[in-house]
């Protein structure tokens, strides 16, 4: 009897999880038959992803903030990449080279992107609960400016020095910009390690700080920390024995790993984003944030300034994106002057619900894996269509589909979910149980 | 004084930056010597062709689903009639007609499938119809890629899958527009688009005053009072969204003709929004529209975007300003009603 | 003993409408007074006073004083009321379902650990100090004798200990002298009331005073210290417990006179022709649940229904309406009435004015004449004329129509045309009781017909139900939650407690009879 009602407990709760992580389930085999459909070497498609990733993950962390203020997925995190963008155009127009490159660039974004949030958020606490929408064609709307500034008033109205950004008539600006030699990967460049190393030394970074926990919890003697089984230190140490056991057993998978070099110094650079998104949320600001995003009416009546707060998360947001488009155009080495911003928004949006985030709820695991996944599918498809139906494009629109389609079907499910939510709590039930 | 600050109230602060920037363009029409009548025929045939685009708002701000960011949708379908109608080399004024009535059932299948996603997510229909009209644009570059069609002016010389661009010269490149077309002072007016956009403008009014349409106008305003007087929202709702979707449909075909060519694949990505702004510059809100708002807003948007294509190509002849301006007004109309759209709920 | 508490001839009228007329009473620290009054005798007028609400400064503010421990105080808002040590529980729960309870209780009073990064960047990045929350979270909770696990979220505790939670809150503040309960025990189990109640009288033992809206005169009975009553905005008793007892404190709740020549229809006599039997209607309004209503209209009568906001009067025409889903039997003149599918009573010939005027009654935005012929136009198919293939709306011959309701109901305005919006109250009421007559209806449920309306347009409003009642015949049932209002004109007065019938009485049964009825003390089905 009780055995049964286990396992029914059970099957409950595995169904429940299928249901509330479909789209990352049914994400995770489309990647599976893209690999299998693309007949890539593991090298390659491991290194393409390892560097989709270091490239995307902090676009896709600076989404994070504003859907704990529950103002959902923020669309104009394009203004972000504008800042950087901007920040890019000015330090090469004073001609400036390398990391001192970087740094001017994202001096310059600093100030633009938390103006350009604050404006935002205002705009924003204007449109409340069409937070998305207004997002959405904020961006296009800024894009427009853009062109306008770049396009047309650089050059004769605005002077630029450095002759080589403007297009030959001396209107406008050049597209693409391209960072020279220095500049290009100069953060990349700093530090770069094979991924193995790399991963065996975060493993083992991760067992350390499990063990410190642990052995922290152990000489506190606290009464409560007894009780716990020391679960991040035996998953630590599993991980860790799966990783070597997979190098040891598979030449072609060490090879593949060996194969492929990530940049430290980006990679600590998103790691000190994750430590403070971590910490903001453990923070009196952060913990603002989430009550404004659970109810902001209950917010108000307890004193919480909930506007101010809007407007915070989206300015924390959009600094983030700034820094974000940054470590994306160096990984890159160029960028095109009116389109590489476009689509930042989209991409980073339906990376992170793959990942398994929802409108209301979003954390650095469902970016890490929404990155991961929603990467791998955009380097394979064109791969597998081609495989496929001897046709490259067809994999092409199948991504830019699965991009959209991810979208529109989380947003509808959550509008659905919301929908029926409000029904359930009209429903007598709950107040039948009482009596 | 106090007139001018209420006809600024009433007529709308954008409105009013709208109207001083269109004669601006006129006049600057003038100064740089743009040929006028040129213009003037390329403002009319412009206002033309995206009339029942614009139309294709009303069923949807009118039953309460708002601004039908789902156009694509109905874009979509109505591409798909034309590709029909060229394949089996439908010509001339009856090609276009037969275009128009292939995308019918396609639209009602698509409007109708889709109103049952819209009255599932009431809240926020705009947010969800925006990106149902992108995947289904994505969806169909793919179906242009691997649909059957083997006419061979439409497809790639080599290669899968129908072209990108499609001239109609072949078959009805601007039949409408030319259909007892008239020349008055160098004017060219195009007498048989205009009738036809009339006869849509006049249904679509009729349908407004209609027991039908009053019946959807009372669930769009307040679906309370709808149920109370015994109208099934969701029905309206579906009808609505069919309805707009149709004359999506339509609205594409009228405009390639006009345009001279069908643009498949990407093209049709953006095209819900220079028609929401359209109605919006001509008064409408999220909730509230008539025939005279889309009518006056078509005229003043697209006579403004065709004045200031020649202006600004005189004026900076590289670059592509009016398509910035059109970016920047179009977005910026939308931004400033969906602002206004809270304010209003307060 | 200084009162803690003095309010002091309170006066307040929302454009001419006297709703506090002089209110004065005082509360010393640690006791709990039980304010009570029917609907509309403003209690919560004097709450929103207390709290600076902004409907208070918004309607031109108020005449009298309020006295906080002896000094004249000025709450312009809620924040200021919490700077004085004025707390209040509302009806419904001000939580936040995923936080702790726990973090509830601290929510915006968090304890917070000071760190570099919070001294460069500002308070705001200050961590939370979740351990010491916890602590004082859980010994505000045993203050109050209660088992709560403070690290629970709120979503998954049961709804009878989220009151708790609340009062947690408030006595954690360490200044709260004064406590406003506004009818705490709505939602909680008998049981949970009873502990609620023991756990109020522990808060007034530390000292708190308590002011304690209720309905329920058991509790009122067991729990307060002295009883305040207001009625139409006076104060008409102020007495302590021990000096009252709960058929006088019910009889002065409701206890205007009313002349016997002013009701119209006593002893009418009815053959027992039932044009619509009600039978176990259960209507899932929100707010205004109802469970378990039988009731049977005879042909010709007026029927009243009455009773306390939230005890589901308002659900019984609702849900016959369709507006809310609906279990039960109905039946009408003999025929099932399939109530869930939408419009099927009117396409039976009844009607309804709804008491949400604006928000089902009428589109704001549209004409009069439009609005008035509605409901007709939508389900005879009158004022139509067809073009080809549309049956257009025709504008002549509804203004007609119309131009008649105006002129017979006084209805204030430039013409048919006008927009619905732009007119008063009053005369928008009398457009939606004229869009529901243009149908000709057989029966008419009018809910809430002179509700914020002048005294003018609820006098012509009424004796205009008495005329058609009597010249055409129509059958009508009128749901109202002022008491005298259905006895100057009905038959008959259902009184509805608890989402069930209470009691029929007619309209010169004594007071105390309706108001024990209404206070649920006699002949409740429980």
């Known amino acids: 009897m009780m055995s049964g009602e286990k396992t029914n407990r059970v099957g409950v709760f595995l169904k429940r999880q299928l249901v509330n992580n479909a789209v990352t389930i049914l994400f995770f085999f489309i990647c599976i038959a893209g690999i299998i459909l693309a007949n890539q070497p593991m090298s390659y498609i491991i290194g393409e992803i390892s560097s989709r990733l270091f490239r995307n993950l902090i676009l896709i ?31 090469t127009n004073f001609s400036m080279s390398g990391i001192a490159c970087l740094a001017v660039s994202f001096l ?108 922290r919890r152990f000489l506190l003697k606290k009464e409560e920390a007894k009780g716990k089984k020391p679960w991040g230190l035996l998953i630590a140490l599993l991980a860790l024995a799966v990783f070597h056991v997979a190098c040891v057993s598979s030449e072609t998978f060490l090879f593949a790993l060996r194969f492929t070099d990530v940049p430290v110094a980006t990679g600590i650079l998103i790691a000190v984003v994750c430590v403070y998104i971590t910490f903001l949320s453990k923070t009196k600001l952060g913990s603002d944030i989430n009550a404004v995003g659970q109810s902001m009416p209950i917010a108000v009546s ?114 659905w979910k919301s929908v029926m939510a409000k029904k359930i709590s009209e429903d007598p039930a709950e107040e039948e149980k009482h009596e | 004084m106090a007139s001018v600050k209420n006809m600024i109230k009433t007529f709308g602060f954008p409105r009013l930056i709208i109207i001083a920037f269109l004669g601006l363009l006129i006049v600057m029409m003038f100064v740089l010597h743009i040929p006028v009548p040129l213009t003037f025929s390329q403002c009319l045939v412009r206002i033309g062709i995206n009339m029942v685009l614009a139309l294709a708002m009303v069923p949807g701000i009118m039953a309460g689903t708002g601004m039908n960011f789902a156009l694509p949708l109905g874009i979509e ?83 899968d899958g129908l072209r990108t661009t499609i001239t109609l010269e072949e078959w009805y490149d601007r039949a409408l527009n030319n259909l007892f077309a008239i020349n008055i002072l160098g004017v060219d007016i195009p007498i048989g688009l205009i009738l036809v956009i009339g006869l849509f403008c006049l249904v679509i009014w009729l349908f ?37 979707t149709v004359l999506g449909g339509i609205g594409i075909i009228i405009y390639a003709q006009g345009f001279g060519f069908y643009q498949l694949y990407n093209a049709p990505l953006m095209m819900a929004f220079p028609a929401i702004a359209a109605v919006l510059i001509g008064g409408a809100t999220p909730s509230r529209i008539s025939i005279f708002n889309v009518v006056l807003g078509t005229v003043m948007f697209q006579s403004m975007l065709a004045i200031a294509t020649p202006v600004a190509n005189s004026l900076i002849p590289e670059g592509n300003l009016s398509e910035v301006v059109r970016t920047i007004v179009s977005n910026g109309i939308i931004l400033y009603a969906l602002s206004r759209m809270q304010g209003g709920k307060r | 003993m200084e009162a803690l508490l003095h309010f002091k001839n309170i006066k307040k009228s929302f454009s001419g409408n006297v709703v506090l007329d002089g209110v004065d009473f005082t509360i010393q620290p640690g006791q709990i007074v039980a304010l009570a009054g029917e609907n509309g005798a403003g209690k919560s007028t004097l709450m929103n006073i207390l709290f600076g609400m902004d409907v208070i400064s918004e309607t031109g503010g108020f005449e009298g004083e309020i006295i906080f421990e002896g000094k004249t105080v000025n709450i312009q808002s809620p924040q200021d009321a919490m700077a004085l040590g004025i707390g209040m529980v509302h009806q419904e729960f001000m939580l936040l379902p995923g936080f702790t309870v726990a973090r509830n209780i601290k929510l915006n009073r968090e304890n917070l650990i000071a760190n570099p990064i919070s001294r460069i960047a500002g308070k705001g990045y200050q961590l939370l100090d979740n351990p010491k929350i916890v602590r004082e979270a859980a010994g505000a909770l045993s203050r109050l004798g209660m088992e709560i696990n403070p690290e629970v979220t709120v979503d998954k505790l049961p709804v009878g200990h989220m009151q708790f939670v609340e009062i947690a809150r408030e006595i954690d503040k360490s200044n709260l002298k004064l406590l406003v309960l506004d009818e705490p025990t709505a939602v909680l189990t008998e049981s949970e009331a009873e502990r609620f109640l023991a756990c109020i009288r522990k808060v007034a033992d530390d000292g708190i005073a308590v002011i304690f809206i209720s309905h329920r005169l058991d509790e009122v009975m067991s729990l307060a210290d002295s009883v305040v009553i207001l009625r139409d905005g006076q104060l008409v008793s102020d007495k302590k417990v021990e000096d009252t007892d709960k058929h006088q404190i019910a009889e002065q709740m409701v206890g205007r006179k009313l002349e016997s020549e002013s009701m119209v229809n006593v002893n009418r006599s009815f053959k027992e022709d039932i044009i619509l039997e009600i039978e176990h209607l259960r209507v899932d309004m929100p707010g205004e649940r109802s469970k378990d209503i039988s009731l049977s209209v005879r042909r010709g009568e007026i029927l009243g229904i009455g009773g306390l906001a939230g005890h589901g009067k308002t659900s019984i025409s609702n849900g016959i309406f369709g507006m809310y889903p609906a279990k039960g039997k109905v039946s009408y003149n003999g025929q099932p009435l399939h109530f869930e599918k939408t419009g099927e009573a009117l396409d039976k010939g009844m009607a309804f004015v709804s008491e949400d005027r604006k928000g089902v009654g009428l589109l704001l935005n549209e004409s009069i004449a439009l609005n008035m012929v509605y409901t007709d136009m939508k389900v005879n198919r009158n004022f139509l004329k067809k073009l080809g293939p549309f049956s257009l709306f025709d504008e002549k011959s509804a203004e007609e129509a119309v131009k008649e ?63 058609i009642n009597k010249e055409q015949g129509i059958t009508i049932v009128m749901t109202s939650s002022e008491l005298n209002e259905l006895r100057t004109v009905c038959d008959r007065i259902a009184i509805i407690g608890s989402g069930t019938v209470q009691g029929i009485l007619p309209p010169d049964a004594p007071n105390v009879d309706f108001a024990l009825l209404m206070s649920g003390e006699k002949g409740g089905d429980k």
């Open chain 1, 61 to 91: 962390l600076a989404l994070l903030v504003p859907v704990w203020a529950g103002m959902g997925m923020n669309f104009s995190i394009v203004l972000g990449a504008m800042a950087a963008q901007i920040g890019i155009i000015v330090s």
């Open chain 1, 108 to 215: 310059v974004s600093i100030p633009l992107s938390l103006v350009f949030g604050n404006l935002t958020g205002r705009l924003f606490n204007q449109t409340k609960g069409q937070e998305m929408i207004t997002g959405m064609i904020l961006g296009f709307f800024a894009k427009g400016i853009y062109d306008l500034v770049f396009m047309f008033l650089c050059g004769p109205v605005i002077p630029v020095k450095n002759q080589a950004l403007l297009l030959t008539n001396g209107i406008g600006l050049t597209t693409p910009i391209n960072l020279d030699g220095a500049t290009k990967s100069a953060l990349n460049k700093i530090w770069m390690v094979s991924l193995d190393k790399a991963v065996y030394a975060v493993l083992i970074l991760f067992l350390l700080f499990q063990a410190a926990l642990f052995l």
């Open chain 1, 302 to 415: 307890m004193g919480i300034p909930a506007d101010k707060i809007r407007i915070v998360a989206i300015m924390i947001s959009t600094l983030l994106a700034a820094l974000g488009q940054l470590v994306f155009i160096q990984d890159i080495g160029n960028f095109t002057t009116y389109t590489a911003h476009e689509n930042v928004g989209t991409f980073s949006i339906a990376a992170l619900l793959v990942g398994g985030a929802s409108i209301k709820k979003a954390n650095i695991g469902h970016a890490i894996l929404g990155a991961l996944l929603f990467h791998t599918m955009f380097i394979i498809s064109p791969l597998a269509g081609k495989n496929l139906f001897n046709n490259a494009q067809l994999g092409e629109y199948f991504r830019v589909f699965v991009c959209y389609a991810v979208i529109a079907v989380a947003l509808a499910l959550h509008a």
């Open chain 2, 77 to 159: 379908c109505g591409l798909l009639a034309g590709m029909i109608s060229l394949q089996y080399n439908m010509k001339g004024v009856g090609g276009i007609f037969a275009a128009m009535l292939i995308s019918v059932p396609f639209s009602v299948l698509a409007g109708w499938a889709y109103s049952q996603l819209v009255n599932r997510v009431k809240g926020s229909e705009m947010m969800v119809s925006t990106y149902i009209g992108f995947s289904m644009v994505a969806l169909m570059c793919i179906g242009w890629l691997m649909l059957p069609f083997s006419n061979a002016s439409i497809v790639w010389p080599i290669g």
């Open chain 2, 208 to 244: 407004m005053k209609s027991h039908l349409g009053l019946m959807m106008k009372a669930a769009g305003a307040n679906p309370n009072f709808a149920k109370a007087n015994g109208v099934k929202v969701d029905s309206m709702r579906t009808v609505a969204t069919i309805l707009s």
């Open chain 3, 405 to 467: 309701m105006i002129e017979e109901l006084d209805i204030r305005c430039t013409g048919p045309k006008q927009l619905v919006g732009r007119l008063s109250g009053g005369n928008q009421q009398k457009v939606c009781m004229a869009r529901a007559l243009i149908t000709k209806p057989e029966i008419l449920f009018v809910s809430e017909p002179t509700r914020g309306i002048d005294i003018g347009a609820k006098q012509i409003l009424l004796n205009y139900l008495v005329k």
